[in-house]
């Protein structure tokens, strides 16, 4: 591989720069725009007034679609799921599982998958 190449790799890691333009798209997808360049702009603008904790962060679930998530995945209705349910749901959503330390005769409960996911969503926009 040639220098410039691999320098262009490690500028796009260092700065999670794929992650920025996956939750981007995935947003953009999700709302469907008349106007993306404006949309776009405009959640750049909610990301930067989050980081400066001035406002919320742009999600793409909010709290009644994270319960959704979790009731499919519960089907039983049982109030829980099993830790791979869990981190099925977090790779479906193009979010990180590296971290996520559960063995695997935890139960997790509906309160603990929601702060989960905003957890994991917030994690998401540290870009």
């Known amino acids: 591989m040639a220098a ?7 500028y ?8 920025l333009l996956h939750r981007l798209g995935a947003l953009l997808l999700f709302h469907r725009p008349e106007r993306p ?6 959640v750049l603008e909610r990301v930067k007034a989050g980081r ?15 319960e959704a998530m979790f009731s499919l995945l519960d ?4 109030g829980h799921i099993r830790p791979a349910q869990y981190r099925e749901a977090l790779k479906t ?7 996520v330390e559960l063995e695997d005769d935890v139960n997790i409960t509906l309160d603990v998958f929601k702060e989960g996911m905003k957890k994991k969503m917030l994690e998401s926009w540290s870009v």
Do not use: C, K, M, W
Not at 12 to 17: D, F, K
Not at 52 to 66: H, K, S, T, W
Not at 75 to 78: E, S
């Open 12 to 19: 796009l890691r260092r700065h999670r720069l794929p992650e």
């Open 75 to 78: 089907v039983l209705g049982q």
């Open 52 to 66: 400066r904790a001035e406002g919320e962060y742009p999600f793409l679930l909010d709290e009644d679609n994270v």
């Open 4 to 10: 410039g190449e691999e320098q262009s790799r490690e």
């Open 93 to 99: 959503l193009g979010l990180s599982t590296e971290d």
């Open 37 to 42: 360049r404006e949309f776009l702009i405009q």
